[in-house]
């Protein structure tokens, strides 16, 4: 599936219309689906569960899907963001893996 097939199937269930609420909505479920992530993880480290990846796997579902619903609030496409974040980071790393010292030195490196 195509990053911009699945944001527009991933509309089909939004229930906001208006770019603010699609923004706040996904920007709040951002925080909690990471938060759900975050504990999967957090239960495997230091409470003795098995790291649950299946688990882990649809929390992540639900993370790519208030991802979309926030692209879609700011009217652009996930392929959009996609090809834009993988500009910065070859412009980043132009050696194309990280390079502790490029990361310090972000600001210095442009």
Same mark, same amino acid.
């Given at each position: 599936?195509q990053?911009?097939?699945?944001?527009?199937?991933?509309?089909?269930t939004?229930?906001?219309?208006?770019?603010?609420d699609?923004?706040?909505?996904?920007?709040?479920?951002?925080?909690?689906?990471?938060g759900?992530?975050s504990?999967?993880?957090?239960?495997?480290?230091f409470?003795?569960?098995?790291?649950d990846k299946?688990?882990?796997?649809? !929390?992540?579902?639900?993370?790519?899907?208030?991802?979309?619903?926030?692209?879609?609030?700011?009217?652009?496409?996930? !392929?959009?963001?996609?090809? !834009?974040?993988?500009?910065k980071?070859?412009?980043r790393?132009?050696?194309?893996?990280?390079?502790?010292?490029?990361?310090?030195?972000?600001?210095?490196?442009?």
């Amino acid at each position: 599936m195509q990053l911009n097939e699945y944001q527009a199937l991933a509309q089909r269930t939004s229930n906001t219309e208006l770019a603010l609420d699609k923004l706040t909505n996904g920007l709040l479920g951002l925080f909690g689906e990471g938060g759900e992530c975050s504990d999967i993880v957090k239960k495997y480290m230091f409470q003795e569960h098995e790291l649950d990846k299946d688990h882990l796997r649809e !929390e992540l579902g639900d993370v790519l899907w208030y991802v979309a619903e926030v692209a879609s609030g700011l009217g652009v496409t996930l !392929e959009a963001i996609a090809t !834009e974040n993988i500009a910065k980071l070859e412009s980043r790393y132009p050696k194309h893996h990280f390079e502790g010292e490029r990361s310090r030195m972000r600001g210095e490196c442009k």
